[in-house]
């Protein structure tokens, strides 16, 4: 099984900063690379897919970038609303592995 | 709207078993392959399971297999868990979840329903 490992597992960051997570995959996923939002109590929000690809409807301050094992998702300018935690997932190959989360908070 | 409504969670005893329903509705069911995903109580996300667009090949993370069963019903556009053997580490809250785009082997998760929770213990 491929597995993802992100880094940070949270941060704390204020309103403006630029904000990076990573993604780690133990083995090589072409671009099968996508992130998700999870705001507490609510369901997973799909941001990018295909590793750069950014998902309707979703704020251009959000970015994505790697090819590989290596992948970054980037907030240019955080706001108080992207307070969640954010979920890498690898779907080149089943399982589908999510990493282990980064949790993002305002300071 | 594209909706995803799940039901059927609720108290299972360790060892036994509980089938939980996601019906669709919004676009065309038969279309899409369709996932489970799973939260246990303040953790992370979880794969499960995955079920082609017709129902044909099936797929289940290593924590479930031989337990759980995935199925779909194309003419009511109902996707269906059946899990048996139960134990403590499945409680969670089970998400089904649409794959982005028809067809596709390989694709992201753009629709997610609310989830039922699954709650095993004696």
């Known amino acids: 099984d491929i597995q993802m490992t992100q880094s940070p597992s949270s941060l704390s960051a204020s309103v403006g900063d630029r904000v990076t997570v990573t993604c780690r995959a133990s083995q090589g996923i072409s671009h099968y690379l996508a992130w998700y939002q999870q705001k507490s109590g609510k369901v997973p929000k799909l941001l990018i897919y295909?590793?750069?690809t950014l998902q309707s409807g979703v704020p251009s301050r959000f970015s994505g970038s790697g090819s590989g094992t290596d992948f970054t998702l980037t907030i240019s300018s955080l706001q108080p609303e992207d307070v969640a935690t954010y979920y890498c997932?690898?779907?080149?190959?089943?399982?589908?592995?999510f990493g282990q989360g980064t949790k993002v908070e305002i300071k | 709207e594209v909706q995803l409504l799940e039901s059927g969670g609720g108290l299972a005893q360790p060892g036994g078993s509980l089938r939980v329903s996601c019906a669709a509705s919004g676009f065309t069911f038969s279309s899409y392959a369709m996932n489970w995903v799973r939260q246990a109580p303040g953790k992370g996300l979880e794969w499960v399971s995955v079920v082609s667009a017709s129902g044909g090949a099936t797929f289940y993370a290593d924590s479930v297999k031989g337990r759980f069963t995935i199925s779909r019903d194309n003419s009511n556009n109902i996707v269906y868990l059946q899990m048996n053997s139960l134990r403590a580490e499945d409680t969670a809250k089970y998400f089904c979840a649409k794959r982005r785009v028809g067809g596709s082997d390989r694709d992201a998760f753009d629709v997610w329903g609310q989830g039922t929770m699954v709650t095993v213990s004696s």
């Open positions: 997932q690898n779907y080149y190959s089943v399982p589908w592995t």
């Open positions: 295909a590793a750069s």
